[in-house]
Protein backbone atom coordinates (compact mmCIF):
# COMPACT_ATOMS: atom_id res chain seq x y z
CA UNK A 1 0.00 0.00 0.00
CA UNK A 2 1.26 3.60 -0.89
CA UNK A 3 0.04 4.38 2.59
CA UNK A 4 2.41 2.41 4.00
CA UNK A 5 5.50 2.91 1.88
CA UNK A 6 5.41 6.73 2.45
CA UNK A 7 5.11 6.19 6.41
CA UNK A 8 8.53 3.65 5.78
CA UNK A 9 9.99 6.51 4.03
CA UNK A 10 9.48 8.90 6.68
CA UNK A 11 10.60 6.75 9.32
CA UNK A 12 14.08 5.90 7.38
CA UNK A 13 14.31 9.73 7.39
CA UNK A 14 13.47 10.59 10.22
CA UNK A 15 16.27 8.12 12.02
CA UNK A 16 19.21 9.67 9.47
CA UNK A 17 18.31 12.76 10.46
CA UNK A 18 18.45 11.46 14.03
CA UNK A 19 22.08 9.45 13.32
CA UNK A 20 23.02 13.04 11.84
CA UNK A 21 22.19 14.98 15.14
CA UNK A 22 24.12 12.51 16.96
CA UNK A 23 27.39 12.32 14.85
CA UNK A 24 29.87 14.69 16.34
CA UNK A 25 32.16 15.19 13.17
CA UNK A 26 29.90 17.25 11.03
CA UNK A 27 31.36 16.12 7.70
CA UNK A 28 31.08 12.46 8.46
CA UNK A 29 27.46 13.29 9.80
CA UNK A 30 27.12 15.07 5.90
CA UNK A 31 28.60 12.15 4.30
CA UNK A 32 26.62 9.91 6.06
CA UNK A 33 23.24 12.05 5.14
CA UNK A 34 24.12 12.10 1.43
CA UNK A 35 25.29 8.08 1.18
CA UNK A 36 21.29 7.52 3.45
CA UNK A 37 19.24 10.13 0.73
CA UNK A 38 21.24 8.37 -2.10
CA UNK A 39 20.18 4.85 -0.82
CA UNK A 40 16.67 5.38 -0.23
CA UNK A 41 16.35 7.40 -3.60
CA UNK A 42 17.64 4.25 -5.36
CA UNK A 43 15.78 1.35 -3.72
CA UNK A 44 12.68 2.49 -1.87
CA UNK A 45 9.20 2.07 -3.35
CA UNK A 46 8.11 5.80 -2.25
CA UNK A 47 11.48 6.99 -4.24
CA UNK A 48 10.63 10.84 -5.31
CA UNK A 49 13.13 9.58 -8.98
CA UNK A 50 10.88 9.15 -12.13
CA UNK A 51 11.25 5.19 -13.13
CA UNK A 52 12.95 6.44 -16.35
CA UNK A 53 15.77 8.19 -14.03
CA UNK A 54 15.84 5.33 -12.00
CA UNK A 55 17.56 3.16 -14.00
CA UNK A 56 21.46 4.48 -14.30
CA UNK A 57 21.03 6.42 -10.96
CA UNK A 58 24.46 6.52 -9.33
CA UNK A 59 23.73 9.50 -6.46
CA UNK A 60 22.48 12.69 -6.20
CA UNK A 61 24.46 15.69 -7.02
CA UNK A 62 25.49 16.74 -3.57
CA UNK A 63 28.72 19.20 -3.13
CA UNK A 64 31.55 18.37 -0.48
CA UNK A 65 31.25 19.94 2.80
CA UNK A 66 32.28 22.75 3.72
CA UNK A 67 32.06 23.75 7.33
CA UNK A 68 31.61 27.90 6.62
CA UNK A 69 27.99 27.21 5.12
CA UNK A 70 27.28 26.17 9.41
CA UNK A 71 25.34 28.59 11.63
CA UNK A 72 23.53 28.51 14.82
CA UNK A 73 21.19 31.40 14.60
CA UNK A 74 19.08 33.38 17.11
CA UNK A 75 14.67 33.72 15.49
CA UNK A 76 14.02 37.10 15.73
CA UNK A 77 10.12 37.00 16.67
CA UNK A 78 7.74 38.73 13.46
CA UNK A 79 6.78 41.59 14.63
CA UNK A 80 3.76 41.71 12.32
CA UNK A 81 1.96 38.19 11.70
CA UNK A 82 2.13 36.63 8.28
CA UNK A 83 0.20 33.76 7.32
CA UNK A 84 0.66 31.59 4.09
CA UNK A 85 -1.47 29.28 2.13
CA UNK A 86 -0.27 26.77 -0.30
CA UNK A 87 -2.01 24.90 -3.02
CA UNK A 88 -0.40 21.51 -3.63
CA UNK A 89 -1.57 18.37 -5.47
CA UNK A 90 -0.71 16.28 -2.92
CA UNK A 91 -1.53 17.74 0.72
CA UNK A 92 -4.17 19.82 -0.02
CA UNK A 93 -3.81 23.63 1.41
CA UNK A 94 -1.05 23.67 3.19
CA UNK A 95 -1.22 26.29 5.81
CA UNK A 96 1.67 28.18 7.44
CA UNK A 97 2.39 31.04 10.03
CA UNK A 98 5.27 32.90 9.82
CA UNK A 99 7.38 32.47 13.56
CA UNK A 100 10.17 34.77 13.15
CA UNK A 101 13.74 35.74 11.38
CA UNK A 102 17.05 34.83 11.24
CA UNK A 103 19.62 36.65 9.88
CA UNK A 104 22.62 34.50 8.40
CA UNK A 105 26.09 35.74 7.81
CA UNK A 106 26.55 36.14 3.85
CA UNK A 107 23.24 35.36 3.18
CA UNK A 108 20.70 37.87 4.97
CA UNK A 109 17.39 37.47 6.55
CA UNK A 110 15.17 34.41 5.92
CA UNK A 111 11.47 33.61 6.99
CA UNK A 112 11.14 30.73 9.77
CA UNK A 113 7.90 28.95 8.88
CA UNK A 114 5.21 27.18 11.06
CA UNK A 115 3.35 24.68 9.51
CA UNK A 116 -0.24 25.58 11.26
CA UNK A 117 -1.66 22.37 10.83
CA UNK A 118 -2.44 19.00 12.58
CA UNK A 119 1.33 18.19 13.60
CA UNK A 120 3.09 21.84 13.36
CA UNK A 121 6.52 21.85 12.61
CA UNK A 122 9.57 24.32 11.70
CA UNK A 123 10.00 24.95 7.50
CA UNK A 124 12.56 27.16 6.05
CA UNK A 125 13.03 26.78 2.70
CA UNK A 126 15.83 28.87 0.66
CA UNK A 127 16.10 30.26 -2.92
CA UNK A 128 19.42 31.25 -3.77
CA UNK A 129 21.10 33.16 -6.63
CA UNK A 130 22.24 29.85 -8.66
CA UNK A 131 18.54 28.85 -8.86
CA UNK A 132 17.31 28.00 -12.10
CA UNK A 133 21.06 28.31 -13.91
CA UNK A 134 22.02 25.40 -15.65
CA UNK A 135 24.55 23.41 -13.07
CA UNK A 136 23.02 25.81 -10.35
CA UNK A 137 20.14 25.05 -7.72
CA UNK A 138 16.31 24.00 -8.35
CA UNK A 139 14.58 26.66 -9.88
CA UNK A 140 11.51 26.67 -7.27
CA UNK A 141 14.54 26.89 -4.24
CA UNK A 142 15.78 24.21 -1.57
CA UNK A 143 14.59 22.92 1.93
CA UNK A 144 17.04 23.47 4.83
CA UNK A 145 14.63 22.59 7.62
CA UNK A 146 10.89 20.68 7.48
CA UNK A 147 10.99 19.17 10.75
CA UNK A 148 7.21 17.54 10.01
CA UNK A 149 8.77 15.19 7.66
CA UNK A 150 12.38 14.55 10.02
CA UNK A 151 14.38 17.28 8.36
CA UNK A 152 15.71 18.74 11.27
CA UNK A 153 19.16 19.67 12.80
CA UNK A 154 18.23 20.58 16.06
CA UNK A 155 19.00 23.28 18.42
CA UNK A 156 21.47 25.91 18.91
CA UNK A 157 23.08 26.38 22.00
CA UNK A 158 21.46 29.77 22.65
CA UNK A 159 18.18 30.18 23.52
CA UNK A 160 15.60 30.35 20.27
CA UNK A 161 18.13 29.37 17.79
CA UNK A 162 18.55 27.10 15.34
CA UNK A 163 21.46 24.96 13.27
CA UNK A 164 21.17 25.85 9.71
CA UNK A 165 23.94 24.27 7.75
CA UNK A 166 23.36 24.92 3.86
CA UNK A 167 25.82 21.63 3.11
CA UNK A 168 22.50 20.11 4.28
CA UNK A 169 20.18 21.91 1.36
CA UNK A 170 18.17 19.85 -0.59
CA UNK A 171 15.63 19.65 -3.12
CA UNK A 172 11.97 19.01 -2.86
CA UNK A 173 9.94 15.88 -4.41
CA UNK A 174 8.54 18.19 -7.28
CA UNK A 175 11.84 18.86 -8.39
CA UNK A 176 12.47 14.94 -9.32
CA UNK A 177 8.22 13.77 -10.83
CA UNK A 178 5.83 16.83 -11.70
CA UNK A 179 3.31 14.91 -10.25
CA UNK A 180 4.26 16.53 -6.74
CA UNK A 181 3.38 20.45 -5.70
CA UNK A 182 5.57 21.39 -3.07
CA UNK A 183 5.66 24.71 -0.61
CA UNK A 184 8.43 26.61 -2.58
CA UNK A 185 10.67 29.78 -1.24
CA UNK A 186 8.59 33.06 -1.07
CA UNK A 187 9.59 36.31 -1.11
CA UNK A 188 11.33 36.02 2.27
CA UNK A 189 12.80 33.05 1.61
CA UNK A 190 15.06 34.22 -1.40
CA UNK A 191 18.51 35.68 -0.88
CA UNK A 192 20.98 37.18 -3.85
CA UNK A 193 23.91 35.06 -2.24
CA UNK A 194 24.80 32.20 -4.35
CA UNK A 195 25.24 29.13 -2.12
CA UNK A 196 27.13 26.72 -3.49
CA UNK A 197 26.82 23.82 -1.37
CA UNK A 198 24.47 21.32 -0.67
CA UNK A 199 22.24 19.33 -3.61
CA UNK A 200 22.69 21.22 -6.69
CA UNK A 201 20.18 20.35 -9.93
CA UNK A 202 21.31 18.94 -12.94
CA UNK A 203 17.25 18.30 -14.17
CA UNK A 204 18.86 14.78 -15.10
CA UNK A 205 19.46 11.97 -12.79
Known amino acids: ?13 FALYARVRETADVAAA ?9 ELFATHPSTPLLPEDR ?7 IEPYDPAWRFEVEITPATEPAHLDVET ?8 D ?20 YAGGIFLPVKDALAGIHGG ?4 GRYLLDTVKGADLGPGSAP ?3 VLDFNFAYNPSC ?7 CPLAQPGNRTRAEIPVGERYSGNY
Open 98 to 117: LLGIVDVPGVGPLDVWRLAS
Open 160 to 162: DSL
Open 55 to 61: EGFTGLP
Open 1 to 13: MIALEVADWRRHV
Open 175 to 181: AYDPAWA
Open 137 to 140: TYGG
Open 89 to 96: GTDGTVPF
Open 30 to 38: HDLWRRGRD
